[in-house]
């Protein structure tokens, strides 16, 4: 029966929430004035890392973090960051899909690129010998992960529940992929070719990196999405970043 299959998903959404939500209170408790080296931030970092810093701050505990650095480095002032922050806040993000599961792919893909960001990110603070951003974007990139494993797991119940539409889901949803901060984040044109310059992130990052290996874990490749119909387009030439 379609009702008791739907309450019996909407169940283990639920026991996988309150699963993620317990273990985020036990293990990934961290606190942004007490839990990072700020006396070593680097205030001669590259204007290139404050950039893309600045250009991740988007999520609540995390922007807090980003823009601690920001100030503490010297890189910003408190008003240019407050300011940042409202013309971020003015723009509101659209939904980029309509139904829970896509939006529950989408948010999959987005988690594990928002992760590998901050990783690639923290690279290069270490690099320029920030200890200070670098634990920031550790702590952070933790949480990102778990996110990530959430969605995931998510993914997978409406595998098992319909394969096929998922993957029709799936799909579409790789099709147009394009990050939250393409669309909230001002000037992102300048911003996104320095994320790219950096090697912080860019279309092939995402097509090894992201699409590659989610679409296994999940059970299924490039090639079983493309053979679903028509061809995948966008997925063959740099879309997104590079625009
Ligand atoms: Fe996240």
């Known amino acids: ?71 503490r480095s010297g890189k910003r002032s408190i008003q240019e960051v407050r300011d940042f922050a409202g013309t971020v806040l003015e723009r509101e993000w659209e939904l980029p899909f309509s139904t829970p599961r896509q939006m529950m792919i989408y948010t ?13 990110l923290r690279r290069k603070a270490m690099e320029q010998g920030d200890k200070a951003l670098a634990t920031a974007l550790s702590f952070v990139a933790r949480d990102e992960s778990a996110h990530y494993q959430f969605f995931q797991d998510g993914v997978k119940l409406y595998m098992q529940e319909d394969r096929d539409g998922t993957l029709e889901d799936m799909k579409k949803v790789l099709e147009g992929f394009r990050m939250p901060a393409q669309d909230l984040i001002p000037n992102w044109e300048v911003r996104g070719k320095t994320i790219i310059g950096e090697k912080v992130f860019s279309d092939r990052i995402f097509y090894k990196d992201i699409m590659r290996p989610i679409l296994s874990i999940l059970g299924t490749s490039r090639d079983e999405l493309q053979a679903l119909g028509e061809k995948l387009p966008e997925l063959t030439v740099p879309p997104s970043l590079a625009r």
């Open 108 to 120: 999959t893909f987005q988690e594990l690129s928002t992760g590998l960001n901050y990783k690639n």
């Open 1 to 71: 029966m379609k009702g008791s299959s739907n309450t019996q998903l909407e169940n283990r959404f639920y026991e996988l929430y309150i699963d993620f939500f317990n273990r985020a209170e036990a293990e990934r408790r961290w606190n942004v004035q007490k839990d990072i080296p700020w006396d070593q931030c680097n205030s001669k970092a590259s204007d290139a890392i404050a950039l893309i810093v600045e250009s991740f701050c988007a999520e609540s505990k995390h922007s807090l973090v980003l823009e601690e650095w920001l100030v």
